[in-house]
């Protein structure tokens, strides 16, 4: 078993870099051992996303940006082997345009998309994070990040008790 983080993001408007709220859970050989959730404040006071995931700018007025935030989780998250993330390609983007925004290293493990995996490990179809924690019975509150992040997480234990592992590719 391995030793991840699967993240999830929720941003403010269609700005990569607009991180409004941002979970971590962290799994050890199979078990989570660390949960972390912080609210951000984004650069800018506009808000598109609040009839997605209910926060506006109110809500996070008062919220470290993401350079103090990721002080806290950088220290986590620097120990583990890959991060996870159902549709990684956003929360890699927006990692990275927080990162580069702030000045900061981006982190160097590689991301393990969910909803690649939901399909290589089950051949689920849709693979909408709702579709995915319905076949596998894990509760979700979509579109809040510790919810999220921790329902991506156990798509990775439930795929790894089924035998997949990190870096391995079947013959």
């Given at each position: 078993m391995s030793r991840f983080a699967a993240i999830d993001f929720e941003t403010a408007t269609y700005g990569a870099d607009s991180a409004c709220a941002l979970a971590a859970v962290i799994v050890e050989d199979g078990v989570i051992v660390q949960?972390?959730?912080?609210?951000?404040?984004?650069?800018?006071?506009?808000?598109?996303?609040?009839?997605?995931?209910?926060?506006?700018?109110?809500?996070?007025?008062?919220?470290?940006?993401?350079?103090?935030?990721?002080?806290?989780?950088?220290?986590?998250?620097?120990?583990?082997?890959?991060?996870?993330?159902?549709?990684?390609?956003?929360?890699?983007?927006?990692?990275?345009?927080?990162?580069?925004?702030?000045?900061?290293?981006?982190?160097?493990?590689?991301?393990?998309?969910?909803?690649?995996?939901?399909?290589?490990?089950?051949?689920i179809r849709p693979t909408k994070l709702p579709d995915v924690c319905r076949y596998l019975g894990i509760d979700l509150r979509h579109h809040q990040a510790d919810s999220d992040a921790a329902a991506c997480a156990r798509i990775v234990i439930a795929a790894e008790q089924a035998g997949w592992r990190h870096g391995f590719r079947r013959p």
């Open positions: 949960q972390l959730y912080e609210l951000i404040r984004p650069p800018s006071p506009t808000f598109s996303f609040t009839h997605i995931h209910g926060l506006g700018w109110n809500d996070v007025k008062d919220a470290p940006d993401f350079a103090a935030a990721w002080e806290v989780f950088a220290p986590a998250l620097a120990q583990v082997e890959f991060f996870a993330a159902h549709n990684a390609p956003f929360d890699q983007g927006v990692l990275q345009a927080c990162c580069r925004r702030h000045r900061l290293a981006v982190p160097a493990q590689p991301f393990v998309c969910t909803v690649r995996l939901a399909r290589a490990q089950w051949d």
